[in-house]
């Protein structure tokens, strides 16, 4: 987090960055094949791209690259999304008070350190339903004509911190084209 970060542009209690993106995404090269989309480690709301699959999408659609640095040996050229946070928020609050404590007994907490709320994860966007269990989706103010963006909500537990993405429909499936394994595109309604 601190080549990305800074090293005060971001919260040791709870992982939340505490500014915009900085500097480059450093990986390390193992269990790692540059090859069309991934999401680095898990970190739920990062995506890398193989540089020339980043610099055709870069082409079309509206994004902030910016280069993947290497522990040792690089395995290829990559560049990640650095993907902004949009709008005030996309989920009702209420909603999302009620279905965390539903399902883990409490809604979240407040880092003691920066003073970040953080909701316990209602499941990743990835997974089925869009959203997972979160609910329905009420993006204030819109997107505008950004490609992709990130909630203001952040979510998460322990050192995990993580926002929900949207992508515009052509960019979901520019990626999962490229992608089939890793990615699908779905429409959120």
């Known amino acids: 987090m601190t080549p990305m970060f800074g090293e005060d542009g971001w919260c040791r209690v709870c992982g939340v960055p505490l500014r915009k993106q900085a500097g480059s995404m450093v990986l390390e090269r193992r269990n790692i094949t540059v090859e069309g989309g991934w999401v680095p480690y898990l970190f739920g709301d990062t995506i890398c791209l193989e540089s020339s699959?980043?610099?055709?999408?870069?082409?079309?659609?509206n994004l902030d690259l910016?280069?993947?640095?290497?522990?040792?040996?690089?395995?290829?050229d990559a560049l990640q999304i650095v993907i902004p946070?949009?709008?005030?928020?996309?989920?009702?609050?209420?909603?999302?008070?009620?279905?965390?404590?539903?399902?883990h007994g409490s809604a979240g907490a407040r880092c003691a350190e920066c003073?970040?709320?953080r909701w316990l994860p209602l499941g990743f966007a990835p997974m089925p339903p869009p959203f997972g269990t979160l609910p329905p989706l009420r993006v204030r103010p819109s997107l505008g004509a950004v490609d992709v963006a990130a909630s203001p909500e952040v979510f998460g537990d322990g050192l995990m911190a993580f926002r929900q993405m949207l992508f515009r429909r052509e960019l979901a499936e520019f990626i999962a084209a490229a992608s089939p394994r890793d990615f699908e595109a779905r429409t959120v309604r």
Do not use: M, N, Q, Y
């Open 115 to 117: 003073g970040t709320w």
């Open 53 to 61: 699959l980043a610099l055709a999408a870069a082409e079309k659609f």
């Open 85 to 103: 946070v949009v709008g005030d928020a996309w989920f009702d609050h209420g909603e999302l008070r009620a279905k965390a404590i539903g399902k």
């Open 66 to 76: 910016r280069p993947i640095a290497w522990h040792g040996v690089s395995p290829g």
